[in-house]
């Protein structure tokens, strides 16, 4: 491929990507706005992705977390763990203000949320500590598409055969045939390309043979440059 080829191919996938992208975008906000209110409607949080043929590709969720810690008040949070003085020292770095390590923060958010309540199980002691300025906070649901390999195949597929129909995003869908005969034009020119294929593995298969030590090459080469014999 050419360096020209090359920077056509990616202009056509840098703005056909642009185009999937801001309507993928859109489309999951659609999505997960109707599958947060069949849930309050129906209790509906989960539905199967099917092609237009009705053949299953996969399946949207609507998936709710459970709660987890937060800290709301980082002051209340950060003289808890100092209280704990020489213990915990490491774990606190003093600039202009006091404040306790992320990595120690994190660590003591994902226990209290294991937890499920916003209190902390010291494992030295067995003492449960009520944690000040953190609080289980509620988490936004979200939406999980699952599409297995099989599924993937069967997408692929339908885009070959132009049989996604309206999953189809506009900018990327085929113009509409005029007359009706686009369907056929496409077929002749699949037949076009079959023949052509066909045509230059055998002709690949001439040169390999040694057609170019052939009498009559020099001859085959005017005919091709419109010469006369």
Same mark, same amino acid.
């Given at each position: 491929?050419?360096?020209?080829? %090359?920077?056509? %191919?990616?202009?056509? =996938?840098?703005? =056909?990507?642009?185009?999937?992208?801001?309507?993928?975008?859109?489309?999951?906000?659609? $999505?997960?706005?109707? $599958?947060?209110?069949? #849930?309050?409607?129906?209790?509906?949080?989960?539905?199967?992705?099917?092609?237009?043929? *009705?053949?299953?590709?996969?399946?949207?969720?609507?998936?709710?977390? !459970?709660?987890?810690?937060?800290? %709301?008040?980082?002051?209340?949070?950060?003289?808890?763990?100092?209280?704990?003085?020489?213990?915990?020292?490491?774990?606190?770095?003093? !600039?202009?203000?006091?404040?306790? #390590?992320?990595?120690?923060?994190?660590?003591?958010?994902?226990?209290?949320?294991?937890?499920?309540?916003?209190?902390?199980?010291? &494992?030295?002691?067995?003492?449960?500590?009520?944690?000040? *300025?953190?609080?289980?906070?509620?988490?936004?649901?979200?939406?999980?598409? %699952?599409?297995?390999?099989?599924?993937?195949?069967?997408?692929?597929?339908?885009?070959?055969?132009?049989?996604?129909?309206?999953?189809?995003?506009?900018?990327?869908?085929?113009? &509409?045939?005029?007359?009706?005969? *686009?369907?056929?034009?496409?077929?002749? $020119?699949?037949?076009?390309?079959?023949?052509?294929?066909?045509?230059?593995?055998?002709?690949?298969?001439?040169?390999?043979?040694?057609?170019?030590?052939?009498?009559?090459?020099?001859?085959?080469?005017?005919?091709?440059? *419109?010469?006369?014999?």
């Amino acid at each position: 491929m050419s360096l020209k080829d %090359t920077a056509r %191919t990616v202009a056509v =996938l840098a703005t =056909l990507h642009d185009a999937i992208g801001d309507q993928l975008k859109a489309a999951k906000r659609e $999505l997960e706005a109707g $599958l947060k209110a069949a #849930k309050e409607e129906t209790g509906t949080q989960k539905i199967t992705v099917s092609l237009d043929e *009705g053949h299953d590709v996969g399946s949207v969720s609507l998936v709710q977390p !459970k709660a987890a810690a937060a800290v %709301t008040d980082p002051d209340a949070f950060a003289a808890w763990v100092v209280s704990f003085g020489d213990r915990f020292k490491d774990e606190v770095e003093r !600039k202009f203000i006091t404040s306790v #390590k992320p990595g120690f923060q994190k660590k003591l958010l994902a226990e209290i949320t294991a937890a499920g309540t916003g209190e902390w199980a010291d &494992p030295e002691t067995g003492v449960i500590h009520e944690v000040p *300025g953190v609080e289980m906070q509620g988490r936004a649901a979200y939406t999980r598409l %699952t599409v297995p390999d099989a599924g993937k195949a069967a997408i692929a597929q339908a885009w070959r055969e132009h049989r996604l129909g309206t999953a189809m995003p506009p900018a990327i869908a085929p113009a &509409p045939a005029e007359g009706g005969q *686009g369907d056929g034009e496409v077929e002749k $020119l699949r037949q076009e390309l079959a023949e052509l294929r066909e045509r230059d593995a055998w002709l690949s298969a001439l040169e390999a043979a040694g057609v170019d030590n052939w009498q009559g090459i020099d001859y085959a080469r005017e005919l091709r440059g *419109g010469g006369e014999s």
